[in-house]
């Protein structure tokens, strides 16, 4: 019975950690670039007996269209990369803004790292006759001249990535390799949005809360019997 209590304990545990996986999905609902964390019951299903390691699913979101200019998704294996203040990370979160001093940065003021690696549009932030385009492969062109190109990353083992915020990993060492043109197109003026289903997490919820008021009934149930033994054995 003592095992019976263990077993139900820690799968209430369990339990309750999903239910904060699941909770922490649907508050970020409205994320934009966010990517699920996976519940352990379902991480179960899709590996099948294989290492338990990836959690979070880096499925594309939907994209919605914004008309703006530094407004940028990624479909594909892409990730943006920006430089941190602890260093470069890789984001889907394409909600971008040209400073004063003509730097493309991210809310946080993380600026977006482009293969020329020193991007300053300054010189074009008056420049009325020709409209700054990004193109699907990352080319940043003013009319027909072309100004850098943005750097995508990606890392191919993606279960070491370790998540800083909603939409925003570090990697392992530092390390990411560039993305190829064939792995991603970017598209101008959309943000990709949270790929987190709210039909999905609530049935998920709704299951892992059943399941959790089961192992709470084996508990009182096998605490019941516990204690009726040891008035038994009092007697």
């Known amino acids: 019975m003592v095992k019976g209590l263990y077993t139900a304990g820690r799968m209430m545990n369990a339990k309750m950690r999903n239910l904060e996986i699941v909770a922490n999905n649907l508050a970020n609902l ?7 964390e996976l519940p352990f019951s379902e991480v179960i299903s899709r590996v099948q007996n294989k290492p338990m390691t990836q959690i979070t699913d880096f499925s ?13 998704a990624i479909s594909g294996d892409g990730f943006f990369v920006l430089d941190s203040d602890d260093g470069p990370v890789l984001t889907r979160n394409g909600k971008f803004f040209l400073t004063e001093n003509g730097e493309i940065v991210n809310d946080k003021g993380y600026r977006v790292r482009t293969e020329g690696g020193d991007l ?9 006759n020709h409209k700054l385009e990004i193109t699907k492969e990352g080319e940043i062109k003013v009319g ?8 995508i990353g990606k890392i191919d083992d993606q279960k070491e990535m370790k998540r800083i915020d909603g939409a925003t990993f570090a990697f392992p060492n530092g390390g990411y390799s560039a993305a190829q ?22 049935q998920e919820m709704i299951k892992l809360n059943r399941e959790y008021e089961s192992a ?11 204690a009726r033994a040891k008035e038994i054995g009092t007697v």
Do not use: P
């Open 60 to 72: 594309d979101g939907s994209f919605t269209q914004t008309g703006n200019t530094f407004d940028l």
């Open 181 to 202: 043109g064939d792995e991603y197109e970017i598209h101008q003026g959309y943000l990709e949005g949270s790929n987190t289903n709210a039909i999905v997490e609530m």
């Open 216 to 226: 709470q009934k084996v508990i009182k149930s096998l605490d019941e019997r516990m």
């Open 120 to 128: 300053n549009l300054y010189g074009f932030i008056f420049d009325k």
């Open 144 to 151: 027909d001249e072309l100004i850098d190109r943005l750097m």
């Open 30 to 36: 409205n994320t934009t670039g966010f990517k699920r």
